[in-house]
């Protein structure tokens, strides 16, 4: 199940790392496409925590309990799903996947973990707005 819903991604951000990064340093690829991996994550679960933190009846009176719980929300997400990524890397060979690519597909990856990375971040800014709007009134 994770991997027909997490390969093509994970490739993808796969990809893009060894787009991004300079082809002096090869060992920066995979915690590269780590990052670009679980960073969409951590920013979906931060939204999710906004619509938690809005939907309930109490509302806090300063900022710093929401922030550390986002802090918290986001570093767990974010450290669980790198942890599960890394060790998918070499058990769905991604890699070797990777070198059996055209340009075409390189691109086409490449497009599909940008997409994926911002559309994440949107709809993550999108949710602390709409759902955490009632701190920002007074």
Do not use: D
Not at 79 to 100: D, P
Not at 116 to 122: E, G, T
Request: proline share 4%; charged share 15%; with cysteine.
């Amino acid at each position: 199940m994770m991997k027909i819903l997490f390969k093509p991604l994970l490739a993808a951000n796969y990809c893009a790392a060894k787009w991004i990064v300079n082809k002096k340093l090869p060992k920066r690829v995979i915690p590269t496409a780590l990052h670009t991996f679980t960073t969409p994550f951590a920013f979906l679960s931060a939204g999710i925590y906004c619509v938690v933190i809005g939907s309930i009846e109490f509302k806090f009176k300063t900022f710093t309990p929401i922030f550390i719980g986002l802090a918290i929300v986001m570093l767990s997400v974010s450290l669980y799903i790198e942890k599960k990524a890394k060790n998918s890397i070499e058990r769905w060979g991604i890699k070797k996947e990777y070198k059996s690519l055209s340009k075409n597909q390189r691109q086409n990856r490449n497009t599909f973990a940008f997409l994926f990375f911002w559309a994440s971040i949107i709809l993550s800014f999108y949710l602390g707005v709409t759902f955490t709007g009632g701190y920002l009134v007074k």
